[in-house]
């Protein structure tokens, strides 16, 4: 699978509306056929950054970065954003998440 993580810095004044102007663009990427997960969080200890962690199968990704709400979202995000995006994208040997090995519960 490709495993993206991306952190992105959201001016203070789109904080709070960082997820609206990201919700269509969540939204069809999660029914793209390959996408695995496409998951925002919000820092605990900057509110103005988010991250994205997403995972597609291997022949899916350029098909993401090609379509329509891609582009859109391309468009969209520079306004709220302080500057340019930080990514790791890698290829990985898995096809989704383990158990945590140090830590089991029940």
């Keep these: 699978m490709i495993f993206i993580v991306v952190k992105f810095?959201?001016?203070?004044?789109?904080s709070?509306?960082?997820i609206d102007l990201t919700r269509g663009f969540t939204e069809a990427t999660r029914q793209e056929p390959g996408n695995l997960w496409f998951?925002?969080?919000?820092s605990v200890e900057?509110?103005?950054?988010?991250?994205?962690?997403?995972a597609f199968q291997d022949?899916?990704?350029e098909a993401h970065v090609n379509s329509d709400h891609f582009s859109q979202a391309m468009q969209?995000?520079?306004?709220?954003?302080?500057?340019?995006?930080?990514i790791i994208s890698e290829?990985?040997?898995?096809?989704?998440?383990?158990?945590?090995?140090?830590?089991?519960?029940g």
Excluded at 46 to 54: C, G, H, I, R, S
């Design 91 to 105: 290829r990985i040997d898995a096809e989704g998440w383990g158990r945590m090995g140090e830590l089991t519960v």
């Design 46 to 54: 900057d509110p103005n950054q988010f991250v994205l962690v997403e």
């Design 9 to 14: 810095t959201v001016k203070p004044e789109w």
């Design 39 to 42: 998951d925002w969080s919000r």
């Design 16 to 18: 709070d509306r960082w």
């Design 59 to 61: 022949d899916a990704a």
């Design 76 to 86: 969209d995000m520079p306004q709220a954003l302080v500057e340019t995006p930080e």
